[in-house]
């Protein structure tokens, strides 16, 4: 199993683009989430699903959107990139009541 | 939502001294603790979780202790050494919905040999 997979590794968009980042799990897992990651801020929630079909805000949703059309895969949208969104992304999986497996992150740098 | 409050953000201990770590949760439904451990550029790990039956879990040098009266949970570390340097989150997770956790602020633990 390769477990949570996620691409691009690093990105750099100018302010205003958009782009998606990939996250698949080969884990048959039915929760899947997205994470930012800023310095002194720990790790807050984006968007979150709990199977293909289902998904939810976090704590900090604005400016990404998400969709979930297969149980293996859960992509990111940036639909206008910011500054503000200059950050490390973790996906996540895992099943029901069970720990958190991450991806090893996307590295994303917004000019 | 949830809130949950890590301290301290930093720390230095001496190899072989202990470290702990505190965190509190704001809300009482919350019911499993996990703690991830992060090194430089990599992905958080986890290193033991905790639910909201259970009042402390141990494994090997690692234990977490869980008050729910008080909403407090507790990372503790024994004989530390080098490699345990990294950043400590812990997190909380509300209702059965696990893949919504909600993450302290972090602890960069520094071992020195």
């Known amino acids: 199993n390769a477990g949570v997979t996620q691409t691009p590794k690093f990105q750099v968009l100018k302010t205003g683009q958009s782009m998606t980042l990939q996250c698949a799990q080969d884990m048959n897992h039915e929760y899947m989430s997205w994470y930012r990651q800023d310095p002194g801020m720990g790790l807050r929630l984006i968007h979150y699903?709990?199977?293909?079909?289902?998904?939810d805000q976090g704590e900090v949703p604005n400016g990404y959107n998400v969709s979930r059309s297969t149980t293996e895969d859960f992509p990111l949208r940036l639909l206008s990139a910011a500054p503000s969104q200059t950050s490390v992304y973790f996906c996540?999986?895992?099943?029901?009541?069970?720990?958190?497996?991450f991806g090893s992150g996307t590295q994303l740098s917004v000019l | 939502g949830e809130n949950v409050e890590q301290h301290p953000s930093t720390l230095s201990v001496q190899e072989g001294d202990s470290a702990v770590i505190k965190c509190t949760y704001s809300?009482?439904?919350?019911?499993?603790f996990p703690w991830y451990k992060q090194e430089l550029g990599k992905r958080p790990q986890l290193i033991i979780d905790?639910?909201?039956?259970?009042g402390e879990k141990k494994d090997q040098r690692i234990a977490v202790t869980l008050n729910k009266t008080a909403k407090h949970f507790s990372l503790h570390i024994t004989e530390t050494q080098p490699e345990d340097s990294a950043v400590y989150f812990c997190a909380a997770s509300t209702g059965s919905t696990l893949g919504r956790l909600y993450f302290g602020r972090g602890t960069q633990l520094t071992v020195w040999p």
């Open positions: 809300d009482s439904a919350s019911n499993y």
């Open positions: 905790i639910r909201s039956n259970v």
């Open positions: 996540a999986s895992s099943l029901p009541d069970e720990k958190l497996f």
């Open positions: 699903s709990v199977g293909a079909g289902i998904t």
